[in-house]
């Protein structure tokens, strides 16, 4: 079965539907609908924008309703969320939404295409950074759709499991919520205060033309492969390495790398621009969709760099373009930011709060990713 065989073409979201145009619409005192893009669940609202929201291009936004599945097309692409017929939205160009033909080839369970049929697209998606499907991969796939009656049993079945996988997603998020602020301290006493970043930090650009093409062509070799390649994706479940080759685009230099040292990994461009994570020390190399930030080894001051990642980490959002194609400015970034260096057992304390937040979180991602594997199960069984 072709996917157009039982579902309508997909209607993409809005472009130049940015936060810019989000934030501007609250001029308009009516009602608010939630805005979805890439996002890996379509259900927690964490952004709402005027039924009379305008895009960049001054275009009303597209309002949509009635039952059918938000799928995502960039970022967490492959992902869908069922919606019935309650709740009117509004979805940037990151996503889309379908619904079921009149005369489908095939009676399909909305919900039941949305839970089960996930994980195909997302192993169609093309992966250069944050991960993408077109809709030309997604109406020339083949699904393997049972009967209308053993849909229904499977729904029946796995209610509870469903359930509970929602209630754990929301947890996840409001965790991830917390992850992100930034943990009041009074802090007494400073090392030093108003110093510029770019006397703390250091920083290494990707190199241009790591694609996953010129990976596998590097399969053969047998030198060790001991520097984890980092991309524009915040997707860390699976890790990919590399031995120090020549460079894809520069034969007379190898791609460049970290050795030995903890980094922040920030995403240049893309849906993720601005995202930061702290990585412990290791051995590190980049796509040119992001950059490593490093602690200098000359500076006067003791830092714990996983420290100053979580007290300037709302800082990289700021330095990001709001357009379509967001773009965190790195030369802005090191020639503005400053920061105030409290004393070492000060960072070291907020750090292991962190650090309490993180090992929670991975308990509920260990169950987030047991309960996926049971419903794999169901629907292969």
């Not at 919606?83 to 979805?91: G, I, V």
């Not at 893309?270 to 702290?278: F, L």
Request: with cysteine.
């Amino acid at each position: 079965m072709k996917f157009l065989d039982v579902f309508e073409p997909v209607q993409k979201g809005d472009f130049g539907l940015t936060e810019e145009f989000i934030y501007k619409s609250i001029q308009y005192d009516e009602e608010f609908i939630p805005v979805w893009g890439g996002n890996q669940e379509h259900i927690i609202i964490e952004r709402l924008v005027s039924v009379k929201g305008r895009t960049k291009s001054n275009k009303p936004i597209t309002i949509f309703d009635g039952e059918g599945v938000i799928i995502s097309l960039d970022g967490s692409a492959g992902s869908m969320t069922y919606k019935n017929s309650k709740q009117r939205f509004a979805l940037n160009h990151h996503a889309g939404f379908f619904k079921l033909k009149k005369n489908p080839l095939v009676k399909v369970d909305l919900e039941f295409f949305s839970i089960f049929y996930k994980k195909q697209l997302q192993e169609m998606s093309v992966s250069e950074g944050s991960k993408t499907l077109t809709l030309d991969q997604l109406y020339d796939a083949e699904f393997d759709i049972p009967s209308y009656d053993e849909q229904i049993k499977f729904m029946q079945t796995m209610m509870p499991v469903l359930s509970l996988k929602q209630k754990i997603r929301i947890l996840h998020d409001e965790i991830d919520k917390i992850n992100e602020c930034t943990l009041a301290e009074d802090y007494q006493q400073f090392q030093a205060k108003t110093v510029p970043i770019s006397q703390i930090l250091d920083y290494l650009s990707g190199n241009s033309g790591l694609t996953e093409e010129f990976l596998y062509s590097q399969i053969q070799s047998n030198a060790e492969r001991k520097y984890r390649i980092l991309t524009g994706s915040i997707d860390y479940s699976s890790e990919e390495f590399i031995h120090k080759c020549r460079h894809p685009k520069n034969s007379d230099s190898n791609i460049t790398a970290l050795e030995n040292k903890p980094v922040i990994h920030v995403v240049r461009k893309g849906i993720y621009a601005g995202h930061v994570d702290y990585f412990e020390s290791g051995n590190y190399t980049i796509n040119d969709d992001t950059y490593l930030l490093y602690l200098k080894d000359d500076i006067p001051y003791k830092v714990n760099l996983k420290w100053l990642m979580y007290q300037i980490r709302h800082l990289f959002h700021e330095y990001t373009s709001s357009s379509d194609n967001k773009t965190w400015n790195m030369t802005n970034f090191f020639q503005d930011v400053t920061v105030d260096i409290p004393l070492i057992d000060a960072q070291d304390k907020i750090v292991k709060e962190y650090n309490l937040i993180e090992k929670f979180l991975e308990k509920i991602i260990t169950v987030e990713n047991k309960t996926n594997q049971l419903l794999s199960k169901t629907v292969v069984g």
